[in-house]
């Protein structure tokens, strides 16, 4: 079955530097998506993705945030500046066209910033 | 923004023992979504439902899409030690929200065995 590749599965950085998460979403899908999970936490929306460009943000998606689809297959996420609360699980997913209603989550990248 | 209540929290059953847990919100939404995630993992799909007033099995899970579109409920039945998880609904809207999901908190199941 078709997965989302999300790589780092884990990140430690300092308070100040920058990240990049990457994520491979399934090929044929055209709405990428960014989510957060901070511990014990339920799963909130950052921002999602659709014809090159990015169609919603959250408020919790600021300046400090970015994303781009540097090519056909790659969907990153970068923080400008990692602060403590940045400190969470944060997931890609993708959705095919309509009808495909089922969100494709990848396995989730930790970043822990210290 | 929209808001999803989850409920139980969390629930501590016996092996065997069938489990029910809802979601209900203020807004209306096009579909509901179960997920089940495990430590470490992303979330994953149990069942998607897409009408209202829809009833869907998958194996042992049976889900529902509330009439009003309003809420959803997902039960377990016979659970087994596997079950053990975090149990998230969550909402999307339509496209005109980007399929954006909005989740519940979450209902953190333990199974005794």
């Known amino acids: 079955e078709p997965e989302v590749t999300q790589t780092p599965s884990h990140q430690v950085t300092q308070m100040g530097q920058e990240v990049i998460l990457r994520c491979v979403p399934i090929?044929?899908?055209?709405?990428f998506y960014w989510y957060r999970q901070i511990l014990g936490q339920k799963v909130e929306f950052l921002v999602s993705f659709y014809n090159n460009e990015i169609s919603e943000k959250s408020e919790i998606f600021d300046d400090q945030f970015s994303v781009e689809r540097p090519d056909g297959s790659n969907f990153t996420l970068k923080i400008r500046s990692t602060k403590l609360e940045d400190s969470a699980m944060y997931f890609c997913?993708?959705?095919?066209?309509?009808?495909?209603?089922?969100?494709?989550f990848g396995s989730g990248t930790r970043l822990t910033v210290v | 923004g929209q808001q999803l209540n989850q409920s139980p929290q969390s629930m501590f059953i016996q092996e065997g023992e069938d489990v029910s847990m809802n979601c209900t919100s203020s807004s209306i939404f096009n579909t509901w979504l179960w997920y089940k995630q495990e430590p470490g993992e992303g979330p994953v799909l149990l069942i998607a439902l897409y009408k209202a007033g829809e009833l869907t099995s998958n194996g042992r899970l049976t889900a529902q899409f509330g009439i009003t579109r309003k809420d959803s409920f997902l039960n377990i039945s016979a659970s087994i030690p596997s079950d053990v998880g975090i149990y998230f609904c969550?909402?999307?809207?339509?496209?005109?929200?980007?399929?954006?999901?909005?989740f519940g908190k979450g209902t953190l199941l333990t199974v005794n065995p």
């Open positions: 969550a909402g999307r809207g339509s496209g005109g929200s980007n399929y954006k999901l909005t």
């Open positions: 997913a993708s959705i095919g066209g309509v009808p495909n209603y089922g969100y494709t």
């Open positions: 090929s044929n899908h055209l709405y």
